[in-house]
């Protein structure tokens, strides 16, 4: 019987973990501040073991070094090969015959090259296998710096690893399936296919017995949501793969293809309402690409949330165009409260030209006015940076965003994700620099182009920051004083000398009526400003004087 180990490498950087920068999430631990890395549960490896487990029997185990590395206290390893050595040594006593890493993130790069390395030392014997969006893009890379996988896998993995699992002669099978990458194979030239699941139901309920669930709230997504109170018993579910959209900076299409497939309404309900009933989730965390492509599907499973009561999450942004009022209505009516709006640029000439989203900026201004119309939280995703996009379309989108009720912005630089449009794209400008794709995890700026640097870029994602979600804030704006503060107490515990949050706590304190306090901010940004030349700048740019 076969003994599989599931392995999810640290999908951020020693260097970023050990000697995180402030816009990375800093966590304290004993004192010491290391980077923070999100982990949800992997649908991947869950549903990859349940579908294996349907056909075959084997045992299965996810050591998952996201959960690890953010449950340590005081990481005293020297790096992460020696954590990972410790770890796959010392701490995990199974001794696996395949080994599955699955790596998603481009940031992770390194990791899975270490973690294989690590595995081969140990487990001579094993296979050793990957699969997620950079083996998928980076096969040849991959190759070319290691010499211990057996085999990489392009696309979705559920049929290519039982195929693999059951074959007698490994070599044969690999050399053989058109979703196996192998050095051989690309030595030949040839070119590989996906071999997808048509009909989702084919897999079983995801094997959620892989992962600890408390583990999975010390970092998920969600704690950045304000309206989610409970962060515990959460629990990630995917009703569909695919997306049929274009956008030019993802790269999802690359693993899932474009064609959109999904599980069956009746194989929703029955897994959701055990999620429920059975494993008592408090929250269902839908991560579907694009969770509205069939509107009347999903008004469907949103029926069934509001039938189990329990609370729904749309982590990916939904979609702005399919966010109809009777969408929404129907959202709120279940529960919904915090929805993030996937709005991208306020630009209208960076979404259409450049990032080739079938949106408009009316679209955007009647879904943010809806939202706020119906006490539905929103915070919309933004991009800056794009390839050929200029600092007039950048100050063109700052004057319109200005305008919206959207409650908060999370404003990321454009990154050219491995596999996706704006990749070949740079590469071909010469807009970035090859190896750069390891920093590709939206924090970073990476594009040069003739209209901007990545200096630039950074400096105006940070201006951006303070001027939509502070200096300009729409709650503040529309007079919803208690919200616009609860936003800027948020900024000010997670960064303590935020010199602009207290100023624009101090103005909603005072329009509350509470003086006292609104004098105690005003103090305390003034000494700030006073202090630090960063605020100050700041101060001066916003022309803040106290
Ligand atoms: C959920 C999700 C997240 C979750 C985390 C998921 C997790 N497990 O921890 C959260 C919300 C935290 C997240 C965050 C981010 N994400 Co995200 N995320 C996703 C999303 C929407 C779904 C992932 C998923 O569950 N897929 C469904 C399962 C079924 O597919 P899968 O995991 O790929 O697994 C299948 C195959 O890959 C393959 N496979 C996988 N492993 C293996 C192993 C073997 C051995 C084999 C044979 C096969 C195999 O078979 C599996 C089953 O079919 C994907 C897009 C997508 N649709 O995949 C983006 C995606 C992975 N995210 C992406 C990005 C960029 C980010 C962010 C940087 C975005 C941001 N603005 O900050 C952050 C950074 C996260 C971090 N490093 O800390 C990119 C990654 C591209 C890249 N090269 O880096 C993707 C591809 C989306 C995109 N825009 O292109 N993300």
Same mark, same amino acid.
């Given at each position: 019987m076969d003994k599989i180990l599931f392995i999810i490498p640290p999908s951020i950087r020693f260097s970023d973990f050990i000697y995180? +920068? +402030?816009? *990375?999430r800093l966590k304290k631990r004993k004192g010491r501040l290391y980077g923070n890395v999100l982990a949800d549960m992997p649908i991947g490896t869950m549903s990859l073991s349940s579908y294996i487990k349907k056909h075959l029997k084997v045992k299965t185990k996810l050591v998952d070094f996201n959960i690890l590395i953010n449950k340590v206290d005081d990481f005293k390893h020297v790096s992460f090969h020696d954590f990972f050595e410790d770890t796959l040594s010392k701490q995990i006593k199974y001794k696996p015959t395949v080994i599955c890493i699955s790596c998603l993130f481009s940031p992770a790069y390194q990791n899975l090259l270490t973690i294989a390395h690590v595995c081969k030392e140990i487990f001579p014997k094993a296979h050793i296998l990957a699969g997620g969006a950079l083996p998928t893009n980076n096969y040849r890379q991959i190759y070319a710096q290691s010499e211990d996988f057996t085999g990489l896998c392009y696309g979705e993995g559920e049929k290519p690893i039982l195929g693999f699992l059951q074959a007698k002669d490994k070599t044969r099978f690999l050399a053989g399936h058109p979703s196996w990458i192998t050095k051989n194979k690309i030595k030949a030239g040839k070119s590989f296919r996906f071999d997808f699941i048509e009909n989702l139901d084919e897999i079983p309920f995801y094997d959620y017995g892989l992962c600890n669930v408390d583990d999975y %709230?010390? %970092?998920?997504? @969600? @704690? *950045?949501? %304000? *309206?989610? =109170?409970? =962060?515990?018993r959460n629990f990630h579910v995917m009703t569909s793969r695919g997306c049929n959209f274009h956008c030019t900076f993802c790269s999802s299409h690359t693993v899932h293809g474009r064609r959109l497939r999904y599980f069956s309404l009746e194989r929703v309900r029955a897994d959701l309402t055990r999620l429920v009933k059975k494993y008592h989730a408090h929250t269902l965390i839908f991560q579907d690409d694009?969770?509205? *492509?069939d509107k009347e599907r999903a008004l469907k499973i949103i029926a069934i949330v509001k039938e189990l009561k329990v609370k729904a999450v749309f982590q990916n942004g939904l979609a702005l165009y399919t966010l109809t009022r009777d969408v929404l209505e129907a959202l709120k009516d279940a529960g919904v409260n915090h929805l993030v709006l996937a709005v991208e640029s306020g630009s209208q000439r960076v979404l259409t030209q450049l990032m080739h989203k079938p949106l408009t900026l009316e679209m955007v201004k009647r879904v943010a006015s809806d939202c706020r119309d119906l006490g539905i939280y929103t915070d919309a995703n933004l991009i800056i &940076?794009?390839? &050929?996009? +200029?600092k007039k379309d950048i100050s063109d989108a700052r004057r319109f965003l200005k305008t919206l009720s959207i409650n908060w912005y999370r404003i990321s630089t454009a990154t050219p994700l491995v596999g996706s449009d704006i990749y070949k794209l740079c590469l071909n400008k010469n807009y970035i620099d090859k190896n750069s794709f390891e920093n590709c995890h939206y924090k970073k700026a990476v594009i040069t182009t003739e209209d901007f640097t990545p200096e630039y870029i950074e400096e105006m994602q940070y201006f951006l920051n303070l001027e939509l979600n502070f200096v300009e804030n729409s709650d503040y704006r529309l007079g919803n004083y208690r919200d616009a503060l609860d936003g800027f107490l948020n900024a000010i515990k997670a960064k303590p000398d935020h010199a602009i949050a207290f100023y624009c706590a101090s103005r909603c304190y005072q329009k509350l009526g509470k003086t006292k306090q609104a004098q105690i901010y005003r103090k305390k940004a003034k000494e700030i400003i006073n202090k630090s030349p960063f605020w100050k700048n700041y101060a001066d740019k916003f022309k803040i004087s106290i």
């Open positions: 995180p +920068t +402030t816009n *990375a %709230s010390l %970092s998920p997504a @969600i @704690i *950045a949501y %304000s *309206a989610v =109170k409970e =962060k515990a694009h969770f509205l *492509a &940076g794009m390839p &050929g996009e +200029t």
